[in-house]
């Protein structure tokens, strides 16, 4: 799995969870405290070390390295102003049935309500747009605390 934004490590915890036993996190964020603060969470919810894989760095920078169809789960939470770029380095980075997760797709709910132009939600609209007509994704949104946008990659 690839998680795009590292924070305090809670998703990043939940994910690994939710793992088989041998998968392997890898996880980006420009800001090393945050990576610092997630190693340490991982500690203490006695995850192993060996379970995850820490790049410090700007995600439209690091996501490009990353292998092509090597992963199961892309889940972004991080720039939403970025979104439509991680959404392009996400279908590289999916294996077809991967999954592709976007937290924070209502952005409180002004990306529901067309009288918000602001950056932010016409970048979210333009997202769920991109994932609902592309014939690449089978999409979902989940109406879970910020809204969960959600897609599987076709085959």
Known sequence: MVEIGTGAGVSGIHLLRGMRPDGVLTTVDSEPDRQQLARQAYREAGIAANRSRFICGRALDVLPRLTDGGYDLVFCDADRLECL??????????RPGGVLCFEGA?????????????????HLRELMRAVRDSPRLAPVLLPTDDGLLCAVRRA
């Open 106 to 122: 209502f952005a409180q709910g002004r990306a529901l309500d067309a009288a918000h132009q602001d950056a932010e939600s016409l």
């Open 85 to 94: 770029d991680y959404l392009d380095e996400s279908l590289r980075l999916l």
